[in-house]
């Protein structure tokens, strides 16, 4: 099959899910977010821009929780204009609004708006793993199960169904190549699917490439 020749800009701010009018609050983080997203959302409603893709750790906003040992268990707080203070149990509130007033934004605007799920945390830096398994010669079974990462996604998968019933946005699931048998996967033949605890290396990403046929249709 001939490959689309498809160029694109890309915009993101570390700590930042691309959801419009939110705040953040995660360390450093905050009002900063919420400028950044507002200013970009400008920018991807120009005319030239035909598809917009959205992507971000969204389980980590909607529950604000990292899942990785290696990052602590520092709380992220969600916050907008309807909610009166920053509590991480309005979160998930928060987040749907957030989520279907970007796509809302977007699909008004006449974009196609392509949203893609989490990637699979894995509860620690692979990298790192990996190199501990070398040097003391282990055996460990590194693997997600997959039923742990469908609870963690629980609220989001929800939304984003709610947002292909309304505005028609296409849907990429990562864990239908990554997580197979039972068990989302960290490695294939030596190679390392993960650069950290979240983030996929270029392997890991080449994966994904047959779920992004949508993108071109």
Known sequence: MQREMLSGHQAGRGNCAPLIGVTMISGE???RCRDFNDEIAKIATQRNIRTVILSARWAAYAEGTHFSVD???PTI???????DKSDRRQNARVFSRGLERTVAALAQAGKNVVIVASVPEMRFSVPHALARMHMFN????????LTDYL????HVFSELERMQKLYGAKIIYPHQMLCTKGYCEVT???MAYYSDSNHLTEFGARLLRPLFEIVSE
């Open 188 to 190: 294939r033949d030596g």
């Open 77 to 83: 707080f969600l916050k907008d204009d309807s909610s």
């Open 29 to 31: 983080s905050g009002r």
């Open 151 to 154: 609870q963690r996604q629980i």
């Open 71 to 73: 990052e602590g268990s």
């Open 138 to 145: 282990l055996e460990i079974d590194m693997r997600l199960e």
